[in-house]
């Protein structure tokens, strides 16, 4: 069975830090990576999709993903208040009827 | 990004009665679209995958003529909770994938809908 494992959490950082959120799978075919922050009594909101090694950057965001590893891991730079909320991390397998497998979520927060 | 809207935001009904949730994607065709639950405090647990013109395909321990899907057009999915009862209570949430993206598997969600059965 697929998994997606968010085990850390929850994390709390002071305003300005840098939020190290982690996410390792376990199949190795995984060709698609996504993280979605959800607040409270919200839906997911994309952030961040990465599909090759290395490091995506998008503002205050990076993502970074090892396949050999297989892990993925969300940095959040200079983290505001706002940024208080649970991320999901979701992995997809190859082919068009792969499903999206969603870990458990790690829940942020940041102390102003 | 691509938006999905969702309705109605909140229900609350009496235990008995159907309810119907709708799902639209404005600006990108879905031939595809998932429909997940969640409880408070933990993660989405996916219920049935909604394609276009066919029937939806249900996950293990998701009642088929209890949640009907139809998936009547490329922006439109509907799941029916029919004879709903509190423990069909929790956050209903659509998601939609847009066709050109079918590889990828980029998913956008509505902003679910918080079902309560009195």
């Known amino acids: 069975q697929k998994e997606v494992e968010q085990n850390s959490g929850p994390l709390s950082v002071p305003e300005g830090a840098i939020a190290s959120l982690n996410c390792t799978y376990s199949?190795?075919?995984?060709?698609?990576f996504f993280w979605y922050r959800q607040y409270s009594g919200k839906s997911p909101e994309l952030i961040m999709s990465i599909y090759s090694n290395g490091d995506k950057e998008d503002g205050r965001f990076t993502a970074q993903l090892n396949k050999a590893s297989q892990y993925v891991s969300l940095l959040i730079r200079d983290s505001q208040p706002s940024d208080s909320a649970t991320y999901l991390c979701?992995?997809?397998?190859?082919?068009?009827?792969?499903?999206?497998?969603f870990g458990k979520g790690i829940t942020l927060s940041v102390r102003p | 990004g691509a938006v999905v809207s969702q309705h109605p935001s909140w229900v609350i009904c009496k235990s008995g009665t159907s309810v119907k949730i709708e799902c639209r994607s404005l600006?990108?065709?879905?031939?595809?679209m998932f429909w997940y639950r969640q409880f408070p405090k933990q993660s989405l647990m996916l219920m049935a995958t909604s394609n276009e013109g066919s029937k939806a395909t249900y996950e293990q321990g998701v009642e088929k003529d209890k949640f009907l899907i139809n998936h009547a057009s490329l922006t439109l999915s509907t799941l029916t909770v029919t004879s709903a009862h509190p423990e069909d209570s929790s956050f209903y949430i659509c998601?939609?994938?847009?066709?050109?993206?079918?590889?990828?598997?980029?998913?956008?969600f509505g902003s679910g809908t918080q079902l309560s059965v009195l």
């Open positions: 998601s939609a994938r847009a066709d050109e993206n079918v590889r990828w598997g980029k998913l956008f």
């Open positions: 600006d990108f065709q879905a031939t595809t």
């Open positions: 979701a992995v997809k397998g190859p082919g068009a009827n792969s499903k999206l497998t």
């Open positions: 199949d190795r075919v995984s060709q698609s």
